[in-house]
């Protein structure tokens, strides 16, 4: 879920703070801190099973995040 409170800082559109998955035998995320600034370009890059698609489904509503923040 996507917290109410604004950030400490007003300069990203976007910031994952502390993010950890795990879902049973596998640490998916570990402490996973993502910041995106306004007119700026991101590419999520990562070997197969980097975590890329946890993140983004933790981003979205997908998956419940175990712990961490999102502004």
């Not at 910031?15 to 600034?37: Q, T, Y």
Request: aromatic residues 8%; hydrophobic residues 35%; glycine residues 12%.
């Amino acid at each position: 879920m996507v917290s109410s409170t604004t950030p400490s800082s007003g300069e990203y559109l976007l910031e994952m703070s502390g993010i950890n998955k795990s879902f049973p035998g596998v640490k998916a995320l570990d402490n996973v801190n993502l910041k995106v600034r306004p007119h700026s370009i991101h590419a999520l890059m990562g070997e197969n099973g980097a975590g890329k698609s946890t993140l983004l489904k933790c981003l979205f509503g997908i998956y419940q995040k175990d712990s961490g923040t999102i502004w």
